[in-house]
Structures are given as structure tokens and as C-alpha cells.
């Protein structure tokens, strides 16, 4: 089984709308997250990092965890036709560790 | 410059032959990952280096080998290329050997296997 689980699979949003995403991670150990983001043809980008409970805000882009039950979600408000992309959850380990384990990804795509 | 380069882009090989895929960066990272991602799973790490450390994951460790001749490049070589081998292969660095620090990736080499 996956360590780390995203939901949903695909996505679709109007312009200006909000795209809402969720992970969640069935290790406990795993308790500093991180968003991903990949264009087509491109790799993935960082776009933001999230390690202590509640919210972290970026711009047009909110992140909340919650510790408890390993769960991490990613808002992005006032979506933009450049948002479409794919965004991958990723999940690290308390105990320091060079590794980050992924999520299979959500494919948002942002309708004109 | 936060540039991770990745050649070939494409590369197109044959059941039983070798690939050597190639990853440089210019930011003086101590740390370098391969990854392989298939469509619709995760991006799953196959292997890093820590400065000259090399690090295998235990369900991949006979199919890959990799060399890091220097701080800004990376290879990963399969000897003997399966049709499981096909996919995209990402190369990422990062600093402070990875601990909490932000991955930055290449665009990635699109390996078909025929």
C-alpha cells in the first residue's frame, strides 16, 4: 500500500474558482509535507513546504496540516489557466532523513 | 541558477541493451536522487547519492548502478534495458543531504524500451 495517499485523481475548476486537494499519510513517522508541482515537460517544482499544525499561507496558495491524523490539504484560490498542472503530495520523515516519499499525484485542470 | 540538467530527453533502446542516463547541476548540492514515475503512480526513488555515498533503495538495488564522478554530475545505468524498464526517469538535487530541504528536478529523460 502507498505511504502516501492523494484524493482526488484528477480535477477540473473554473477559472477564478478554488482547487482544493488532499493527502494523507498512513506512516506516522511521516510528518513534514511538501506540494509539488509539474508542467508538461517540465519536472517537478516545490511550492511549499508545511511541518507544523494548521495553516500556512503562500500567496494565492494555503496548505493545513493536521499532525493528528496525517492528513494535509492544498487550497489555491482564484485559480488561474497557468495552475493546470499535476500536484503531488510529498511526506518526509520526523526522525531526519534525506528521503521524501510521493503520492501518485492529482491532474488539476483549470477550464477558461 | 537553479537549473538540474538532464540528457538525452527522449531515448529509445533495446530489450537486453545498456542506458546510461546523465543529470549535472550548478548549485553546489550535496545530494542527487533518481527517480522512475510511470503514469498515473508516484514518482518512485531509486537511488541517491550524499556527496560520494551512494544509496540504493532495497527493491531496486540489482537493477541500477550510478556514479558520481563529480559534486555536479550524476548517471544512472541499467546494463541490461526490460520492457519494464519504459519510463520517465528524474533527476533532482538538493542541499544539507536532503534533510528538510526543498528537491529541485530536471525535466526528466523519456526512456522507451522496444
Known amino acids: 500500500q502507498q505511504k502516501v495517499q492523494q484524493s482526488p485523481e484528477s480535477l477540473s475548476v473554473p477559472e477564478g474558482g478554488m482547487a482544493s486537494f488532499n493527502c494523507t499519510s498512513s506512516d506516522r513517522n511521516f510528518q513534514y509535507f511538501w506540494w509539488y508541482r509539474q508542467h508538461s515537460g517540465e519536472g517537478p517544482k516545490a511550492l511549499m513546504s508545511i511541518f507544523s499544525d494548521g495553516d500556512k499561507k503562500e500567496g494565492r496558495f494555503t496548505a493545513h496540516l493536521n499532525k493528528a491524523s496525517l492528513h494535509v490539504s492544498l487550497h489555491i484560490r482564484d485559480s488561474q489557466p497557468s495552475d493546470s498542472a499535476l500536484y503531488f503530495c510529498a511526506a518526509q520523515a520526523n526522525y531526519g532523513n534525506e528521503k521524501i516519499t510521493f503520492g501518485a499525484g492529482t491532474k488539476l485542470t483549470i477550464k477558461p | 541558477d537553479t537549473t538540474v540538467k538532464q540528457n538525452p530527453r527522449y531515448k529509445l533502446a533495446r530489450v537486453g541493451k545498456p542506458v546510461n542516463l546523465i543529470c549535472s547541476q550548478t548549485?553546489?548540492?550535496?545530494?542527487m536522487y533518481w527517480y522512475q514515475k510511470k503514469p498515473n503512480q508516484a514518482p518512485k526513488l531509486l537511488l541517491f547519492?550524499?556527496?560520494?555515498?551512494?544509496?540504493r533503495e532495497a527493491d531496486t538495488f540489482e537493477k541500477f548502478q550510478s556514479s558520481r564522478p563529480n559534486n555536479s554530475f550524476c548517471s544512472l545505468y541499467i546494463g541490461s534495458a526490460g520492457l519494464e524498464y519504459s519510463a520517465m526517469y528524474l533527476c533532482?538535487?538538493?542541499?544539507?543531504?536532503?534533510?528538510?530541504?526543498?528537491?529541485?528536478f530536471g525535466p526528466g529523460t523519456r526512456l522507451t524500451v522496444l
Open positions: 547519492y550524499y556527496d560520494k555515498i551512494l544509496n
Open positions: 533532482a538535487s538538493s542541499r544539507l543531504g536532503g534533510y528538510y530541504a526543498e528537491q529541485f
Open positions: 548549485m553546489n548540492h550535496d545530494t
